[in-house]
T-cell receptor, first 113, second 109 residues
Framework: SQTIHQWPATLVQPVGSPLSLECTVEGTSNPNLYWYRQAAGRGLQLLFYSVGIGQISSEVPQNLSASRPQDRQFILSSKKLLLSDSGFYLC????????????FGPGTRLTVT | GQNIDQPTEMTATEGAIVQINCTYQTSGFNGLFWYQQHAGEAPTFLSYNVLDGLEEKGRFSSFLSRSKGYSYLLLKELQMKDSASYLCAVRPQTNKLTFGGGTRVLVKP
């Protein structure tokens, strides 16, 4: 069966510090991978998605970036965090090709102080 | 652009029925999804509609009208554990989902 992991689960970082969030998927090959952000009480905003190693599509211009160094690894980064970067970050995967539902990881709660 | 609207919050009584509406205006349509999200947790998949009509899955049903840009999620025989946010999402293109703001449902005894 497929599983998706995210870490860390929670993170408190000062403004201006760097960020690295990691997501890994097990039990599937060549998945589509996604990064979402959810502000408190709000819906999910798609940040990045990837259909393969090194292939990243950005949805929203911002100070975040994403990388996919391995088939089942997706990393979200920032060089300098802003207060507005606070939120719940969710990684998701879906079957390649005829993608149907997306499966979400447990999420990372980021607070920028 | 993409626009998905759903009510912010609804309250219902245990054992009752609640209907959560979702209207959408998107450039392209390749399916509509409903997800359940408990506070502080990841969303979990509930249902998928790509053709008009009703899809039933146990206590949950989802309806779609593509001509009206409208869907609803029906929760029957409400239980306390159904208190959660319900997210409507549309797939305009193959690889991406666009989410609404979510509807928080509070089930009271």
């Amino acid at each position: 069966s497929q599983t998706i992991h995210q870490w860390p689960a929670t993170l408190v970082q000062p403004v201006g510090s760097p960020l690295s969030l990691e997501c890994t998927v097990e039990g599937t090959s060549n998945p589509n991978l996604y990064w979402y952000r959810q502000a408190a009480g709000r819906g999910l905003q798609l940040l990045f998605y990837s259909v393969g190693i090194g292939q990243i599509s950005s949805e929203v211009p911002q100070n975040l970036s994403a990388s996919r160094p391995q088939d089942r690894q997706f990393i979200l980064s920032s060089k300098k965090l802003l207060l507005s970067d606070s939120g719940f970050y969710l990684c998701a995967w879906s079957t390649p090709g005829l993608a149907v539902e997306q499966y979400f990881g447990p999420g990372t709660r980021l607070t920028v102080t | 652009g993409q626009n998905i609207d759903q009510p912010t919050e609804m309250t219902a009584t245990e054992g009752a029925i609640v209907q959560i509406n979702c209207t959408y205006q998107t450039s392209g349509f390749n399916g509509l999804f409903w997800y359940q999200q408990h506070a502080g947790e990841a969303p979990t998949f509930l249902s998928y509609n790509v053709l008009d009509g009703l899809e039933e899955k146990g206590r949950f049903s989802s309806f779609l009208s593509r001509s009206k840009g409208y869907s609803y999620l029906l929760l029957k025989e409400l239980q306390m554990k159904d208190s959660a946010s319900y997210l409507c999402a549309v797939r305009p293109q193959t690889n991406k989902l666009t989410f609404g703001g979510g509807t928080r449902v509070l089930v009271k005894p």
